[in-house]
């Protein structure tokens, strides 16, 4: 089955019952049981919901998995795949890594006795110095979160089962349209549906995908258990929104690349943060394990300063500044003051998140407009030509 119709079937069936063709809202918090114990598969709806199952499935089957779990948030699937761990249990995460996680990571989990180390995973050699006998998850984004840097994910897998560590993979940025880290090697893969897979900037949501059997039926535990779960209502949202992913997976893409070629041209602008130019670190990775590179980019100034990048933040039209990405609407944001606030500046300037660096999510509206958006808030920067 091609990926567009797996975007469109994927893990639902009409309704038995009436032969509605979209999934139905299961507005219900219990099941009814025609004696203790003797139910329908249904119970609770925090431990399952008939439109909570279908998108799990559609998620699984989208991700080419064997198990899939759908939670309140993308924070509250990571917040599950830590608690996989024990105390003195060690992570190896990228230093490029976005806010929200960064913050679970150390702000939380860190005083339960859970050891972090952030490395530049673009370098599979700094992963493999940084392993150590404690070492149990290494944590993967591939593209990062802002600045696009590539992992090359079956190095990192084979690395991570030579050693007997799970490999986890934060697939926002790519989706399953562009990227299925499972086939790759991955053992889980992690989404903020909230994201690309939603599609519409209207439902908050997480995912966990996985093809091991004991390794779902812990998960299922967790997710039972601590109850960050979706309703029934952000559950169908999602189901609608998978439908048109690779429709708006290939537009993304395609307004992603001329904006970014737009922006290399431009010249006010130092850099463009990209995969898919030729001259990116990774870029040969990027494009053996990806099938286009996406709808994210940042980039940088020469007139780089916080003024000079305000300027372009506060001037543009159809990029709307804001927290999130992956709707069908363009966005424009500051991550040293928005997504990655919680990081210390130190670090973040470490792995290139500048005070002065943007990031945009491009949409899916004409290109044409975008560009013309873009180069008249750029204009407005002092010296922006000459710095």
């Known amino acids: 089955m091609k990926f567009g119709t797996k975007a469109i079937h994927a893990g639902v069936e009409p309704d038995p019952s009436t032969g509605a063709i979209m999934t139905p809202i299961y507005q219900t918090s219990t099941y009814v049981q025609s004696a ?3 139910h329908k598969g249904y119970e609770y709806s925090r431990t399952h919901n008939p439109t909570r199952r279908a998108l799990e499935n559609a998620l699984a089957e989208l991700e080419n998995g064997k198990h899939g779990f759908a939670f309140s948030s993308g924070m509250g699937a990571i917040d599950t795949v830590v608690k996989l761990l024990n105390p003195g249990d060690e992570v190896i995460s990228t230093n490029d890594l976005y806010g929200g996680t960064f913050r679970i990571f150390t702000k939380v989990f860190e005083k339960y006795g859970i050891k972090f180390t ?4 673009s370098d599979v050699r700094e992963v493999e110095a940084a392993i150590t006998p404690r070492t149990k998850l290494i944590w993967a984004e591939t593209p990062t979160n802002p600045t696009l840097k590539i992992v090359d994910i079956p ?3 084979e690395l991570a089962k030579a050693n ?3 490999l986890g993979v934060d697939n926002t940025f790519a989706t399953p349209y562009l990227q299925t880290p499972l086939d790759l090697g991955a053992d889980l893969v992690m989404h903020s549906v909230t994201k690309y897979l939603g599609g519409h900037s209207d439902v908050v949501m997480g995912a966990l995908i996985v093809k091991d059997d004991q390794l779902a039926e812990d998960i299922a535990f967790l997710q039972n258990s601590c109850g960050a779960v979706p309703g029934p209502q952000d559950s169908f949202l999602v189901l609608r929104g998978l439908k048109t992913l690779h429709l708006r997976m290939q537009r993304h893409s395609e307004n992603g690349a001329a904006i ?3 922006l290399k041209d431009n010249p006010a602008v130092a850099y463009v943060n990209w995969p ?7 870029h040969a990775i990027a494009a053996k ?3 286009d590179f996406g709808g994210m980019l940042s980039f940088g100034l020469k007139n780089d300063s916080i003024e000079a990048a305000n300027t372009v933040l506060s001037n543009t039209h159809y990029f709307s500044l804001a927290e999130s990405l992956g709707g069908v609407e363009s966005l424009i944001g500051h991550p040293a003051s928005m997504t990655h606030a919680s990081i210390p500046r130190e670090e973040r300037l470490k792995s290139g998140v500048t005070d002065s660096l943007i990031r945009l999510s ?4 004409d290109v044409n407009d975008l560009i013309e958006d873009l180069e008249q808030a750029i204009a407005k920067v002092p010296m922006a030509v000459n710095a």
């Open 118 to 121: 952030f490395v530049n995973m």
């Open 289 to 291: 394990q990806m099938r």
């Open 276 to 282: 898919g130019f030729t001259e990116h670190p990774n």
């Open 362 to 365: 491009v949409g899916v509206e």
């Open 260 to 262: 970014a070629h737009y």
């Open 155 to 157: 190095a990192m897998a």
């Open 164 to 166: 007997t560590i799970l």
């Open 36 to 38: 203790p114990g003797e």
